[in-house]
């Protein structure tokens, strides 16, 4: 539709919709399997994401074979425990007590890739990461597509990006930019897992907005 305009009801489902979006863990997660027209879905709402100079730099593979999740379940572990040293007191102990992936238990795994073009991209001279910006915004269009499908997500980014690569065949030039976990849930909570636990907190906005320069 040309010039589509919204209501303020729709206005008010979008955000509620955003606020709760949740990163889902493997704690959370039901063995129930996710219809594929459900999957095609979120995968959509990705291909639908802003991209510099229209370039769709996404690529995604589908992670179904256990004897791949387990091998990236391996990673994880090996990354996690770096991941866990740089903590200390406190805030470590509260590390070891979290858990932070869900690969094995969600029913689909998903790897997002960020694949460069071959030529120069329109808008993309100048600053060469918005490429892979772009592939978060599709990330993001997959988490809010999710939610509102009733769907969980969550985001592992405690793994070695060459290894996921190896695993999964990767071409050379691809970047591995996110690996996701998606499944029906046992209950979405009211506010992010992480502010529950007393991880953090969310920032008030007035504390992250500046006019015109930082002062």
């Given at each position: 539709m040309e010039n589509r305009k919204f209501t303020d009801a729709d206005q008010d489902l979008l955000v509620d919709i955003m606020l709760h979006r949740r990163d889902v863990r493997g704690n959370n997660f039901l063995a129930d399997e996710v219809p594929d027209e459900v999957v095609s879905q979120i995968l959509r709402a990705a291909t639908l994401a802003p991209s510099v100079g229209y370039s769709q730099p996404w690529e995604f593979v589908m992670v179904r074979d256990p004897a791949i999740r387990r091998q990236v379940v391996a990673d994880f572990e090996v990354e996690n425990q770096k991941a866990e040293a740089r903590f200390s007191g406190d805030r470590r102990n509260l590390y070891t007590r979290l858990k932070l992936e869900g690969i094995l238990e969600a029913p689909v795994n998903i790897a997002v890739f960020y694949k460069p073009s071959a030529g120069p991209v329109l808008g993309q001279t100048s600053m060469a990461e918005v490429g892979e910006y772009s592939v978060v915004c599709a990330i993001q269009n997959m988490w809010l597509m999710a939610r509102a499908l009733n769907v969980g997500m969550g985001w592992v980014s405690i793994l070695n990006p060459d290894t996921v690569k190896q695993l999964l065949n990767a071409p050379p030039?691809?970047?591995?930019?996110?690996?996701?976990?998606?499944?029906?849930?046992?209950?979405?909570?009211d506010t992010p897992e992480l502010e529950r636990l007393?991880?953090?907190?969310?920032?008030?906005?007035?504390t992250v907005v500046h006019v015109d320069r930082y002062e």
């Open positions: 030039e691809n970047k591995l930019v996110g690996y996701l976990c998606l499944g029906y849930v046992r209950q979405f909570f007393a991880w953090d907190r969310r920032k008030p906005l007035e």
